[in-house]
């Protein structure tokens, strides 16, 4: 049976020195679900079937390109014209935007850290957070990355990030690294999607801005602890860049927080488990 096609429209958020691309999913008229996604990465990264199964779902789906990612505002390379609050601001603006004065929030990866700073910050703004493959603010005696990443990750210091083709082979390499054991990692979507993601950008490589982000003075005291709206953590048993044990930390540290563990789970969204994630998120998100 065919899927019915889903109401999709785009535009362009302008915010406090920035533009940010949205794009909606479904009708404006169901509870609205703000997607932020991570480091280095546009909106695409939330795959097309996890936004239209959870618009089929009746939830109204906004996904949108953070600063120096897709087509929002490029800054020079390695001179990034905001800080991790502003990314945080921006969610908000977004909310303003699409005349939504609550939204559930969803982020991923660095998208989570930037969800739970809105949260704190604007805790009236958020119905509920679901945060997907990352950590808590504040919270000492979490494991480190698996000594494969780190020695990946360490690897990138010897990238040129002005060459965009070499910025592809450490992405691919990247994905490869980051993908859970339940499933095989499937090189060439991956791939695929990092050519998609880097044809769209007028200016890739500035996405890598991302690394240069410090966390500000005065957003340095956030707690997840703090966190009062119901939040759902959901967490690959399998990551290797933030272990299971991160997930596992909001349930302890946080009132109103549950863990749905996606076993042999990387840092990724895999298309396989995109069933089981959409189910638990529209179980949240009411």
Same mark, same amino acid.
């Given at each position: 049976?065919?899927?019915?096609?889903?109401? &999709?429209?785009?535009?362009?958020?302008?915010?406090?020195?920035?533009?940010?691309?949205?794009?909606?999913?479904?009708?404006?008229?169901?509870?609205?679900?703000?997607?932020?996604?991570?480091?280095?990465?546009?909106?695409?990264?939330?795959?097309?079937?996890?936004?239209?199964?959870?618009?089929?779902?009746?939830? @109204?789906?906004?996904? @949108?390109?953070?600063?120096?990612?897709?087509?929002?505002?490029?800054?020079?390379?390695?001179?990034?014209?905001?800080?991790?609050?502003?990314?945080?601001?921006?969610?908000?603006?977004? !909310?303003?935007? @699409?005349?939504?004065?609550?939204?559930?929030?969803?982020?991923?990866?660095?998208?989570? /850290?930037? %969800?739970?700073?809105? %949260?704190?910050? $604007?805790?009236?703004?958020?119905?509920?957070?679901?945060?997907?493959?990352?950590?808590? !603010?504040?919270?000492?005696?979490?494991?480190?990355?698996?000594?494969?990443?780190?020695? $990946?990750?360490?690897?990138?210091?010897?990238?040129?990030?002005?060459?965009?083709?070499?910025?592809?082979? /450490?992405?691919?390499?990247?994905?490869?690294?980051?993908?859970?054991?339940?499933?095989?990692?499937?090189?060439?979507?991956?791939?695929?999607?990092?050519?998609?993601?880097?044809?769209?950008?007028?200016?890739?490589?500035?996405?890598?801005?991302? /690394?240069?982000?410090?966390?500000?003075?005065?957003?340095?005291?956030?707690?997840?602890?703090?966190?009062?709206?119901? &939040?759902?953590?959901?967490?690959?048993?399998?990551?290797?860049?933030?272990?299971?044990?991160?997930?596992?930390?909001?349930?302890?540290?946080?009132?109103?927080?549950?863990?749905?563990?996606?076993?042999?789970?990387? $840092?990724?969204?895999?298309?396989?488990?995109?069933?089981?994630?959409?189910?638990?998120?529209? $179980?949240?998100?009411?």
């Amino acid at each position: 049976m065919e899927r019915a096609t889903c109401l &999709v429209t785009e535009k362009v958020v302008e915010v406090k020195g920035a533009d940010l691309q949205t794009q909606a999913f479904g009708v404006a008229s169901s509870p609205p679900i703000v997607l932020i996604m991570g480091m280095m990465s546009s909106m695409l990264w939330w795959p097309d079937r996890l936004c239209e199964e959870l618009a089929a779902r009746e939830r @109204y789906v906004i996904r @949108y390109d953070q600063r120096d990612t897709g087509l929002s505002t490029h800054y020079p390379q390695g001179e990034p014209g905001y800080s991790p609050s502003d990314l945080a601001d921006d969610t908000i603006a977004i !909310f303003d935007s @699409y005349g939504l004065e609550t939204a559930h929030l969803v982020g991923m990866s660095m998208g989570g /850290f930037v %969800a739970q700073e809105a %949260a704190l910050r $604007h805790r009236r703004r958020v119905r509920t957070l679901t945060l997907i493959s990352t950590s808590p !603010f504040a919270v000492e005696g979490l494991p480190s990355s698996t000594t494969a990443y780190q020695e $990946h990750s360490a690897a990138a210091e010897g990238v040129d990030w002005s060459d965009l083709e070499a910025i592809a082979d /450490f992405l691919r390499r990247d994905a490869a690294m980051l993908a859970g054991t339940r499933h095989p990692h499937d090189a060439g979507a991956a791939s695929a999607l990092i050519a998609r993601d880097m044809a769209r950008a007028p200016s890739f490589a500035s996405a890598t801005n991302h /690394f240069a982000l410090v966390r500000e003075e005065g957003s340095a005291g956030l707690r997840a602890s703090d966190l009062d709206m119901p &939040v759902l953590a959901i967490h690959g048993t399998a990551d290797p860049l933030f272990p299971i044990a991160h997930g596992e930390a909001f349930t302890k540290v946080v009132p109103h927080a549950r863990l749905h563990r996606i076993e042999g789970g990387g $840092h990724e969204i895999h298309d396989h488990d995109i069933d089981e994630m959409v189910q638990a998120i529209a $179980h949240h998100a009411v």
